[in-house]
């Protein structure tokens, strides 16, 4: 009676359903619950790391200095998260954030965002996905939403053939062979939250544009693959240039209060 407990399972989230404002103050539709959501992305976390080889010691202890630096300045209800950074051996230049705090950063990324700052542009709006609730709008759509409830009603879970389509709704797209951008909206979202972010943490923002600088230097046949699931290049790089006089305001306050992270790039 497999169809009796997912249509108990949609009640329940038809009951929760909320409509939320994001950091920037825009107004979303939220159908899962932040905890059913997060649970997924511990799940799809944990999965990741098996099937993916992890990178060196000194390689995670930098990501994880940058992640710790940002992580500091976010508000205290977004502070308290199960917030965890790894890093991935892999050439494809990638980064992901998942519900409740998860994210991964691809070797090919290092070698892409070239400097401490850079690295923090890429977590910083890896973070801004994750605390805009960007995934929880994502699979809030109808096709991902019965997507969701089948996974999370069945006992296979994330190993099944729908659990693998869900690690593509929640942003693991390549690794599982499906891509689910995230709409332009979202992506200027992350970027406005990464670069305020980044500046009160004490990182340099104007680091957002030389990373983009790179991505496209990179580009040609083969963009990297944060990029070309990043849409619309010119426009990003103008609304990050529309938010750099505010973020540099907040950068100087940040150092000035003595916020001067340094994570030796290994
Ligand atoms: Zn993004």
């Known amino acids: 009676m497999r169809w009796i407990r997912t249509l108990a399972v949609t009640a329940l989230v038809l009951t929760l359903a909320a409509c939320e404002t994001s950091p920037t103050g825009r107004q979303q539709l939220t159908l899962m619950s932040d905890a059913q959501l997060n649970e997924m992305g511990r799940e ?19 990501a994880q200095c940058i992640a710790d630096a940002l992580v500091a300045v976010l508000p205290e209800r977004e502070r308290n ?10 050439e494809q230049a990638n980064a992901f954030a998942l ?8 070797t090919g990324m290092l070698d892409i965002a070239k400097t401490q700052d850079q690295l ?18 994502r699979v809030s759509t109808h ?15 994330m190993q099944g053939q729908g659990g693998q389509q869900l690690m593509g709704a929640l ?18 979202e992350a970027d406005t939250i990464g670069v305020r972010l980044m500046a009160d943490a004490g ?3 104007r680091a957002s544009l030389a990373l983009w600088e790179n991505m496209s230097a990179q580009g040609g046949a083969r963009p990297p693959e944060w990029m070309s699931t990043h849409p619309s290049h010119g426009q990003r790089m103008q609304g990050l240039q529309a938010e750099m006089g505010s973020a540099m305001a907040r ?16």
């Open 171 to 188: 942003g693991l797209g390549a690794q599982y062979g499906i891509l689910l951008p995230f709409s332009r909206r979202h992506e200027s």
């Open 99 to 106: 519900p409740g705090g998860y994210m991964g950063v691809n």
């Open 81 to 90: 998260k199960d917030w965890q950074i790894r890093v991935f051996e892999s």
């Open 44 to 62: 799809a976390f944990e999965k990741y790391q098996q099937d993916l080889p992890s990178a060196g010691q000194a390689q995670q202890r930098y």
């Open 251 to 266: 950068y100087e306050q940040a150092r000035q209060a003595g916020r001067t992270p340094n994570c030796p790039r290994p």
């Open 120 to 137: 923090a542009a890429v977590v910083g709006h890896e973070i801004g996905h994750v605390i805009a609730n960007h995934a929880n709008e």
């Open 203 to 205: 990182f340099d923002p």
């Open 143 to 157: 096709t991902s939403t019965q997507l969701a409830l089948s996974v999370l009603g069945s006992a296979a879970g």
